[in-house]
């Protein structure tokens, strides 16, 4: 099944890589693509839209859920600084609010990372 693309002229699906669109007969330049914003044609190698500025390939955040993860101990950390700064870290009620926190984070962090 050979890859389909899409006519600049068009917009009917066309096989990737044909040099004629069988819909309007346009020869298809298979380095341009449509802006997504203003549909102008703009080359593919180009990282924005000359004439609008959008951006052609977006930028996609990697998912790492190693990174999110390492935010949530950060966040752990921060909390159990913060309450030891406090108060008594000893004290029952820091020690559970702790736990709370922790318990909380940790299924935000599962959350997180069952999405990715
Ligand atoms: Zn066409
Ligand atoms: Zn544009």
Redesign the pocket.
Same mark, same amino acid.
């Given at each position: 099944m050979a890859r389909m693309g899409k &006519? !600049?002229?068009? $917009? $009917?699906r066309?096989e990737m890589y044909a040099p004629v &669109?069988? %819909? &309007? %007969?346009?020869q !298809?330049n298979w380095n341009m693509v449509n802006c997504p914003a203003c549909g102008r044609a703009v080359s593919k190698k180009a990282a924005a839209c000359p004439s609008c500025g959008n951006p052609i390939k977006p930028a996609k955040p990697p998912k790492n859920s190693l990174q999110s993860c390492g935010g949530c101990i950060g966040a752990v950390v921060g909390v159990v600084i913060l309450l030891g700064v406090l108060g008594d870290i000893r004290s029952p009620s820091t020690i559970a609010a702790v736990v709370i926190v922790v318990v909380i984070l940790g299924v935000v962090a599962y959350i997180k990372a069952k999405a990715t």
């Open positions: &006519c !600049l002229s068009c $917009g $009917g066309v &669109c069988p %819909h &309007c %007969h346009k !298809l």
